[in-house]
Antibody, heavy 116, light 110 residues
Framework: VQLRESGPGLVKPSETLSLTCDVS????????WNWIRQPPGKGLEWIAS???????NYNPSLKSRVSIFSDTSKNQFSLRLASVTSADTAVYFC???????????WGQGTPVTVSS | QSALTQPASVSGSPGQSITIPCSAT?????????VSWFQHHPGTAPKLLIF???NRPSDISSRFSGSQSGKTASLTISGLQASDEADYFC??????????FGGGTKLTVL
């Protein structure tokens, strides 16, 4: 299973960040799929997850600004984060939640900078 | 502040063993049966080393082991090798079906 994130790299403050995770070697119609980020010099922060059946779960601190959705025809899932600020500058990772409760496959991350 | 606390750095010489602790700061949330550990070389995908506190994926060396005492989980790397130099972080599933992470520990092999 391989995951690959893609995104704009640079986003202006107050705009909406859109990221996509392409999954190969496995179907997103199984398992749970997650977005996680790491701000510069800080630890990882879980953002959101979406299940194989489309159920979603969000970090309460981001819930008002974030949405996660999937496109089974393209075998990918995506994240939208609205009204971004410099605090949203981070490397964004997508990850699969495996057979049991663990994150077994990750992408290599895509850096996002929020700056005017 | 991360929900799980790890030391910022540890170091050891080749052949030695090191242990990285991971303590919960919000124990009410953390499901302690579901602590996992990852190795991360910046710019690459994090690699799962340990899941469910003690278990290793089949492709992970037995030099990596996990343990737990109370609200502190630990990763031990034995027989240190130069290739072990990387960032290591712990993660735990929570009672609200989310994930929390440690701040990460940079391992230096002297």
């Amino acid at each position: 299973v391989q995951l690959r994130e893609s995104g704009p790299g640079l986003v202006k403050p107050s705009e909406t960040l859109s990221l996509t995770c392409d999954v190969s070697g496995g179907s997103i119609t199984s398992y749970h799929w997650n977005w996680i980020r790491q701000p510069p010099g800080k630890g990882l922060e879980w953002i959101a997850s979406i299940s194989y059946s489309g159920n979603t779960n969000y970090n309460p601190s981001l819930k008002s600004r974030v949405s996660i959705f999937s496109d089974t025809s393209k075998n990918q899932f995506s994240l939208r984060l609205a009204s971004v600020t410099s605090a949203d500058t981070a490397v964004y990772f997508c990850a699969r939640e495996g057979d049991a409760v663990y994150l077994d496959f990750w992408g290599q991350g895509t850096p996002v900078t929020v700056s005017s | 502040q991360s929900a799980l606390t790890q030391p910022a750095s540890v170091s050891g010489s080749p052949g030695q063993s090191i242990t990285i602790p991971c303590s919960a700061t919000t124990s009410a949330l953390v499901a302690f049966n579901y602590v996992s550990w990852f190795q991360h070389h910046p710019g690459t995908a994090p690699k799962l080393l340990i899941f469910d506190v003690y278990n290793r994926p089949s492709d992970i060396s037995s030099r990596f082991s996990g343990s737990q005492s109370g609200k502190t989980a630990s990763l031990t790397i034995s027989g240190l090798q130069a290739s072990d130099e990387a960032d290591y972080f712990c993660a735990s599933y929570t009672t609200t079906s989310s994930w929390v992470f440690g701040g990460g520990t940079k391992l230096t092999v002297l």
